[in-house]
């Protein structure tokens, strides 16, 4: 998630990155790939066709700003002989995804998912088994791979609400059909944050205004640079990922 305190964010991702980068030059790796996150370029409005370079000056929330510094730890330990590839993929699915979908079901049980904006905002994925194809191809790429990041992604991007549906309509619960304005929906998640901030603990909210940007906004990822470095071709359908994830949650306790 990307609710909490900024020193928690830097010690799960850039001291932990530290940590295995001081581990791989310690027992002499040649190469280490990087999994980052292209939550880095999120800047709260639509974004279509994001090159690695696209990177904003200013980083919207403390997890978008401690992944790019953990980045940049691991573009550092070339100067010590670590071959050094970055991967960005967006949200991965498919068996074993426990992040996407299965809040938005729990929500939905309840009746509690609405469409934010008009519900035509288009978004990439990626294939749990895609993802995998480009960690292989970035382990036995060629020297002029090296020493960049790369975006990762099914290369298909579709509108969210339809893939938020499909799944919905798999796991035989009701499709989401009500609709809330943009601003409204803003203004709902930024009270529930200050409630949660009052509140001992400290709680994670419900809503937050960053979800409500990311599931309004296009947010779509250009993929070339992986294409030709990596030689990355996305093979397993979106669609097929998700009926994956489906057949998979079905046999776990939680999706029962």
């Known amino acids: 998630g990307t609710w909490g305190r900024y020193q928690d964010f830097y010690q799960g991702n850039v001291v932990v990155t530290e940590n295995v980068v001081e581990g791989c030059l310690k027992e002499h790796v040649r190469r280490l790939v990087h999994l980052s996150s292209p939550s880095i ?52 699915t498919g068996a074993g995804d426990a992040s996407i979908f299965p809040r938005l079901m729990q929500m939905q049980r309840k009746g509690r998912v609405a469409i934010i904006g008009n519900g035509l905002n288009k978004v990439d994925f990626t294939s749990v088994h895609n993802l995998n194809e480009a960690l292989l191809g970035a382990l036995f790429a060629d020297d ?68 409500m940007q990311v599931m309004s906004r296009d947010f779509t990822l250009d993929i070339s640079r992986a294409r030709q470095y990596l030689d990355y071709q996305p093979k397993v359908s979106l669609w097929t990922a998700l009926d994956e994830f489906c057949a998979w949650w079905k046999h776990q306790p939680l999706g029962q």
């Open 144 to 211: 002029r791979a090296l020493g960049q990041a790369y975006n990762i992604s099914n290369g298909q991007p579709l509108p969210l609400w339809d893939v938020v549906n499909y799944v919905m309509r798999q796991m035989q619960l009701p499709q989401v059909t009500r609709y809330r304005a943009y601003g409204l929906a803003y203004s709902m998640a930024a009270l529930n944050e200050a409630a949660c901030m009052l509140w001992p603990g400290r709680p994670q909210p419900t809503l937050t205004r960053l979800g």
């Open 41 to 92: 370029y999120f800047n709260g409005r639509s974004r279509l066709d994001i090159r690695e370079d696209q990177v904003p000056r200013r980083f919207h929330h403390h997890y978008a700003q401690t992944k790019y510094l953990a980045e940049q730890k691991v573009f550092g330990a070339q100067e010590f002989g670590l071959e050094v590839l970055a991967l960005r993929p967006r949200f991965v």
